[in-house]
């Protein structure tokens, strides 16, 4: 195979259209599967990823393919469509040489396929446009291509149009990549390869995936990393095909991996290039920006025995999502644990469950908090990520929080929804757009630590899940922000605390007092719950002493809404969490955030 080629892309869209299925269908033309071993999103390998029907990770491929009797390397990398794994898409791009850019015909543009088509541009990569399932019955193929021709400025003969589902376009849409994306330059002999991505294996040690830009690399060699100095012996070089083959070497312009009995996760960075040890280039490559964290919140092992483990579980992970945070943090009432930093709700969500599963630890989250940055009288600037950091009041000139501008696309007749839902969210009103007689774009600028929280299930309730949802940071902005606390019993508990606007104060403190009382199972006594803003009480509930009876209330009830409410009081019993004489469920720590009142 020479370099002329090879072709590297990758696959962006918006979130759900079609860029796993496209890549089944590019699996399939390519024969890289036999016929039974195929099934829907292949790709999707991780079952966190299946269950949900999304992608999470990016995923590398190799496949041959025949076109006018050349043989061709096609190195495809699929990649998520949510928002808060855009991080996966950037580090894929700077893999590539084009990028395939998914539009359903059915919904058009969206955010993300604006998002992630300008990522690709700043990478300089070739697009191949391609509308995806035509074949659904309300698809309007003609009008996608109109949008994408006088919006985005793509040529209507370059457009693919294709059904993943249904297999049409296919062979098309390979001719296209093969044709249109350029194939990989090199300009060096030295080992020049770019780590985009890496994974902890018990028994290999650290899977680095990478990308080689100059030179070659094989088994035998010593390579060196230029961020972190390490250098190591190559064990083991190969291609994902989706199987794992391995073979003699890589050669500028592929993709694949290497291992190299790596055991210290540290010595690996992604983003860092490797070269040889004894044949190094000067300039390495120019690696990947450090991403910042949007939402953060504290990670505490229900049991604190396993400590060290959630610091290594963390630390693994890390590798396989360089996007992730965290430092150790300690809490008067959980103990020892850790602050992490997330690129929005989902990712948390993601982590925490990946943590569960992947190494067996049950965890305790607190509720999602942004980073505040806090002006004190004597003249200092803080930044604090955690309620439990918040300066006294006394010591505070001034607190700014995190805007975003939100743009929100969605069908018309839910204007008003969208719009009160922002109002109630302390939005200012931007703008609002008409993009045709159906779908409008409104602007608002909202405080990030209102979204953080149920922003996203709201908007999706509101509009029957029609809208999408994307936003940029705009900076901070004072607020007249106060640190409510709460005490159960009479006893602070620090991993509680809220920031909260100080209008909402009454109003929250009196609201979750009142959730905590449903969520807190009756103890042996009388359990006050109160919040508290400073020495302050503004308002108090009791729970009472006695076992709470949980199917009382379902006196003659259907029996499935028994077995639920059974079900659930066993789900809330394994994340208890001893708190002084008190036992708290999980659920507690995110309860603070929830401003209505709960049902039951
Ligand atoms: N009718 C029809 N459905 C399709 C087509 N392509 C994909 N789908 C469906 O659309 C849904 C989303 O498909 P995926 O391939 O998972 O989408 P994705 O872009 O990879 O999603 P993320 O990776 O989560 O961003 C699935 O239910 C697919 O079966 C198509 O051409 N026609
Ligand atoms: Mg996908």
Do not use: W
């Amino acid at each position: 195979m020479t370099i002329n080629n090879i072709r590297n892309f990758c696959i962006i869209a918006h979130i759900d259209h079609g860029k796993s299925t496209l890549a089944d269908r590019i699996l399939e033309e390519t024969n890289a599967i036999d016929k039974r071993e195929m099934k829907d999103q292949l790709l999707d390998s991780m079952d966190l990823e299946r269950e949900r029907g999304i992608t999470i990770k990016l995923n590398a491929v190799s496949l041959n393919y025949k076109y006018k009797n050349e043989e061709y390397l096609l190195n495809l990398i699929d990649t998520p469509g949510h928002v808060d794994f855009t991080y996966e898409v950037s580090r894929s791009l700077k893999a590539c040489e084009g990028a395939v850019l998914v539009v359903d015909a059915t919904q058009g543009i969206e955010a993300q396929t604006l998002h992630n088509l300008y990522l690709a541009l700043d990478n300089n990569l070739t697009i191949v446009p391609v509308i995806n399932k035509i074949d659904l019955p309300n698809a309007d193929p003609e009008k996608v291509k109109k949008e994408l021709v006088d919006n985005l400025g793509f040529n209507e003969d370059d457009i693919v149009l294709c059904s993943a589902k249904e297999g049409i376009g296919i062979k098309e849409l390979i001719e296209k990549i093969i044709l249109n994306v350029p194939s990989p330059k090199t300009e060096g002999k030295k080992l020049k390869a770019l780590i985009f991505d890496s994974l902890y294996d018990s028994y290999r040690g650290v899977v680095i995936s990478l990308r080689v830009f100059d030179g070659e690399i094989k088994k035998g060699d010593t390579i060196y990393m230029m961020k972190t100095n390490a250098s190591y012996e190559v064990t083991n070089v190969g291609i994902t095909t989706p199987k794992e083959v391995l073979t003699d070497k890589l050669i500028a312009g592929e993709v694949g991996f290497i291992t190299a009995s790596i055991k210290s996760i540290s010595d690996i960075k992604v983003g860092d290039t490797i070269t040889l040890l004894d044949n190094p280039t000067d300039i390495p490559l120019e690696g990947y920006k450090e991403i910042k964290p949007m939402v953060y919140c504290g990670i505490y092992p229900i049991d604190s025995k396993k400590y060290e483990d959630l610091r290594e579980a963390l630390e693994k992970l890390k590798l396989n999502d360089a996007s992730l945070t965290f430092e150790p943090e300690t809490s008067k009432a959980l103990g020892f644990g850790f602050r992490c930093g997330f690129l929005g709700l989902l990712h948390m969500e993601i982590i925490e469950e990946r943590i569960e599963r992947e190494y067996k630890i049950n965890l305790i989250a607190t509720s999602p908090s942004v980073i505040y940055e806090i002006l004190l009288t004597d003249g200092t600037t803080i930044h604090v990520d955690s309620p439990s950091k918040f300066p006294e009041k006394v010591k505070i000139s001034d607190v700014k929080e995190p805007y975003i501008k939100a743009s929100i696309f969605s069908p018309s007749e839910y204007i008003g929804g969208i719009m009160e839902l922002c109002q109630n969210k302390r939005g200012n009103y931007l703008s609002m757009e008409y993009i045709d007689e159906k779908r409008v774009s409104i602007y608002y600028e909202l405080p990030l630590s209102e979204i953080v929280y149920d922003f996203f299930d709201k908007l999706k309730s509101t509009t029957k899940g029609y809208a999408s949802f994307d936003y940029e940071p705009i900076g901070y902005r004072s607020s007249e922000l106060v640190k409510m606390d709460f005490l159960l019993n009479g006893e602070m508990v620090d991993a509680l605390s809220i920031i909260v606007h100080k209008d909402n104060a009454y109003y929250r403190g009196r609201i979750v007092v009142e959730n905590l009382k449903k969520i807190i199972p009756r103890q042996m006594f009388e359990v006050p719950i109160q919040a508290a803003i400073g020495s302050k009480i503004i308002a108090r509930a009791d729970v009472k002493a006695l076992r709470k009876d949980v199917l009382a209330k379902c006196y003659g009830g259907d029996v499935s809404r028994k077995r639920k409410l059974l079900e659930k009081q066993k789900e809330g019993k394994k994340r208890m969490k001893q708190i002084g004489s008190i036992e708290i469920p999980q659920e507690a720590f995110l309860s603070v955030l929830s401003v209505d009142e709960k049902d039951e």
